[in-house]
């Protein structure tokens, strides 16, 4: 049977395509995706902030001025500065050896900085104390040496610093891969050196990725559990992060105390969406050129 193809084109040309094709569908889409952020991520942040506020503001000031909640506030900045910068560092490093060489070993590079996202924190916590424990692989020397890393402070960095690794190199890989090399290129034709055209050249491009990779690496070193819970002995007021602190107070039964405390890590999760929120505003005009010299190329 012979299909009429003129037919079927101006069929095609006449038939007035209809906008909104399924409203009732839509809707019903629309009202399923704000019930879900209400039940699963708007309540429980009224539940914290509720509960947290419940005794009054002034024991929640109390309960944040406790020695060791600060003692926490205080490692657990400690640790995410030592940690994001090292992530920082790594990223850029592996984003530009990635996109713009071709290696042996290449792939399998890929592949271990992604290896953190399938290892369960807990495990990763646990490998390190098989390797710098007490009788771990580097154990008896570092003890001979009086060097301490498993329950204490240089542990939880690592261990932080392992789990938050694939954040900022995740962000930084594909858009150096999808950005190309041609303005390097540019670059070397007119004279410019390696550092000139990093700096100037290749880190500008990369800023936005790199932004929203340092807010996620951020907000994940602050707020990890699992790792950090292994390697640090969970000492109150001396290796506790704001996490550990949250289940210590908890499982003391200072409940008020535990809530004023999570509160804090909420806080830190807002802070961070208001932050990117706000820079792509700042910034929406250049984005929007972004995205479509994106689509044209």
């Given amino acids: 049977m012979a299909v009429n193809t003129p037919a079927i084109e101006t069929y095609l040309v006449n038939t007035p395509v209809r906008e909104k094709p399924f409203p009732f569908a839509k809707l019903a889409l629309i009202t399923v995706a704000m019930l879900f952020m209400a039940l699963f991520l708007l309540l429980p942040l009224i539940v914290v902030f509720s509960e947290a506020l419940s005794a009054g503001l002034g024991e929640y000031l109390s309960a944040l001025a406790d020695p ?3 003692s926490a506030i205080w490692m657990t900045v400690a640790i995410a500065a030592v940690a994001v910068p090292a992530n920082v560092l790594f990223g850029i490093i592996a984003s530009w050896c990635i996109a713009r060489f071709k290696f042996t070993g290449r792939e399998f590079l890929i592949t271990l900085i992604d290896l953190p996202f399938s290892i369960s924190p807990v495990v990763a916590g646990l490998l390190q104390v098989l390797l710098f424990g007490t009788t771990g692989l580097f154990g008896p020397w570092l003890s001979d040496h009086n060097i301490q890393i498993i329950f204490a402070l240089p542990g939880m960095i690592l261990a932080t610093t392992f789990v938050t690794f694939p954040f900022v190199a995740r962000e930084l890989i594909p858009l150096a891969q999808e950005q190309g090399n041609d303005e390097e290129e540019a670059a070397v034709t007119l004279g410019a050196s390696g550092l000139q055209i990093f700096w100037r ?8 990725g790199l932004l929203y990779g340092v807010l996620l690496c951020n907000a994940r070193a602050m707020g990890e559990f699992g790792a950090v819970s292994v390697v640090s002995g969970k000492v109150f007021g001396y290796t ?10 908890y499982d003391s039964y200072e409940i008020q105390a535990a809530f004023a405390t999570a509160s804090l890590l909420a806080m830190l999760a807002l802070v961070t969406l208001v932050l990117k929120a706000a820079l792509e505003w700042a910034h929406r005009d250049e984005l929007h050129a972004l995205k479509r010299k994106k689509a044209a190329t």
Avoid: C, I
Avoid at 201 to 208: F, G, I
């Fill in 68 to 70: 060791g909640v600060l």
């Fill in 201 to 208: 050249v290749s880190l500008p491009k990369l800023r936005w």
């Fill in 240 to 249: 506790d992060t704001l996490s550990l602190a949250v289940e210590s107070l």
